[in-house]
């Protein structure tokens, strides 16, 4: 590693990002401008203020589904698998496997869980803004917090095949933020005036690891060197579509540019257009015996002198030009409507939505978008969970896995998220044998107790002190049957008793009073 490689690297490929870039610019001045900013862009300076608000909008509302699709909050979005020959040699063995399926469950919950107190879907709802607008985004999964890193802050360089090989990042920070040692070294290169300075950060690929670095002013930050295995590695460059040989991808907006154009310049001619046509000049003929004056000053309902032939009214005819405006403006807002997926059933409250609705969106997602939910599934879902769990585990919040036997993995498109497709196939299964053979004979083959643990599982259900032992059913059915042979013995025996507890109480009483005496 050579001094001043992050900045240099970051330069040259500075190079390829810049058209990609410019793009994302142009889109996002049409839906969100202050998302995708110009380069020019301060705490200052004003944002281009778009005529029509159906860009934002469509933006705000596809971002919604996809964080509602790809991080749904009523189940995991992620199973985590037990390799095929593990599974063979447990099949023989029921208790087994249904712990095993248990404590994984319970292995899901508790990362799910980190996840929703993490504030995570605060950061992917916005990098799924910038995936929408721009086509690229960079999350960065710290131990406590997500960030998300804009395009005109990052660069990356790809294989052929779509795998990262390089990433650099650059930050300006304040250099009272530095630790003393790094501040130390860079004192004699900081110019009087500067406030802030550049960090750059390096992420390369070497062989199953990433190794990582920051240099300040072609210094080392200190402690700043680490080494990540691949399934760990903090840093995930986002695309929205993938084109491979391409280090970019290309947003969703690019693709209806052409409609948000002609919208935008409809929307403007028509408010300039109204805006003028709403305007009402009163004209009064100069060689006329009505002044002008008088016209002016006049109250409603008030009795002048004048000729009204010498006032006139100049008002914009153009009513008709207007409509046809307005009827090609309608037909866009359709098109865009639909793409933005405006007019979707799935619109309610994600906390209401339920597992089959997911399910639904899901699909239309696949079908409006062309795949996308499937690439966000592989390329963020599935390195966003072998993030948190790499986290988790070094904190020691939870235990480590066996990455050669127990592998996290997505469910997509129609598949059901979590394990509530597991949980439709087993419902079919019980219906469908039921259906078949009976219900005599189902109960004779099933064992039911595995079911219910098997069906509490694919909900996400803790079982523990909610399903009774198999110790506690038989306590239970001996309680049980005790009591019904007291009830078969009938009232002769309950005489008998009674008979019995007299006799008993009429003796004691004899001895004490014998003992009195």
């Known amino acids: 590693m050579s001094i001043g490689t992050a900045e240099t690297r970051y330069r040259q490929l500075n190079q390829s990002r810049q058209s990609y870039l410019d793009r994302a610019r142009d889109c996002s001045e049409l839906t969100i401008p202050s998302l995708i900013p110009q380069d020019s862009h301060n705490e200052t300076s ?6 029509q608000g159906i860009g934002a909008r469509g933006v705000n509302n596809l971002a919604s589904k996809l964080s509602l699709a790809l991080m749904p909050p009523n189940s995991p979005f992620f199973r985590l698998m037990v390799e095929p020959y593990t599974l063979k040699d447990m099949a023989q063995d029921d208790a087994a496997r249904t712990a095993m399926e248990e404590q994984l469950g319970e292995y899901e919950r508790a990362v799910m869980s980190e996840i929703e107190t993490s504030g995570d879907r605060v950061a992917v709802h916005e990098a799924l803004k910038h995936l929408i607008v721009g086509g690229n985004v960079l999350l960065q999964v710290g131990q406590e917090k997500t960030r998300v890193i804009h395009l005109d802050s990052y660069v990356v360089s790809r294989a052929p095949n779509g795998e990262v090989l390089e990433i650099v990042t650059v930050e300006h920070v304040s250099p009272n933020a530095l630790d003393k040692a790094t501040a130390a070294n860079i004192t004699g290169k900081l110019e009087g005036d500067e406030k802030t300075v550049e960090i750059y950060t390096h992420v390369e690929r070497k062989n199953d690891f990433y190794t990582v670095y920051q240099e300040c002013k072609g210094t080392l930050v200190t402690g700043s060197k680490g080494k990540y295995r691949k399934n760990s590695v903090p ?9 491979d040989g391409e280090d970019y991808g290309r947003g969703f907006v690019e693709e ?13 001619a028509i408010v300039e257009g109204a805006a003028a046509a709403a305007k009402v000049l009163f004209m009064v003929n100069p060689n006329g015996t009505t002044r002008m004056r008088t016209i002016a000053q006049a109250e409603n309902t008030a009795i002048i002198e004048g000729n009204k032939n010498d006032v006139s009214v100049l008002q914009m005819d153009k009513f008709n030009d207007f409509r046809v405006a307005y009827q090609a403006m309608q037909g866009i807002e359709e098109r865009l409507s639909q793409q933005f997926m405006l007019q979707s059933s799935v619109s309610r409250n994600a906390e209401r939505v339920t597992a089959e609705e997911i399910r639904y969106l899901a699909g239309e997602l696949e079908d409006t978008l062309s795949g996308i939910y499937s690439i966000l599934s592989q390329e963020f879902q599935l390195p966003y969970i072998n993030r948190k769990i790499d986290v988790l585990t070094k904190s020691k919040k939870l235990p480590k896995l ?3 036997v127990v592998k996290p993995s997505i469910v997509t498109g129609m598949e059901a998220l979590g394990r509530g497709h597991d949980l439709r196939k087993l419902d079919m299964f019980i219906q469908g044998m039921s259906q078949a053979l009976g219900p005599e004979v189902l109960q004779q083959y099933v064992n039911l107790q595995d079911y219910i643990k098997r069906r509490a599982t694919a909900l996400g259900i803790e079982t523990d002190g909610l399903i009774k032992s198999q110790e506690q059913i038989a306590q239970e059915q001996q309680q049980a049957q005790m009591q019904s042979m007291a009830m078969q013995a009938g009232p002769q025996a309950v005489q008998e008793g009674v008979k019995a507890l007299g006799n008993s109480y009429v003796e004691s009483q004899r001895q004490q009073g014998g003992e009195g005496q």
């Open 402 to 404: 066996p990455e050669e």
């Open 235 to 243: 840093f995930l460059p986002l695309r929205f579509s993938r084109i």
């Open 256 to 268: 209806l540019l052409g409609d948000l154009r002609s919208l935008e310049a409809l929307s403007q």
């Open 46 to 51: 004003d944002l281009y203020t778009p005529f």
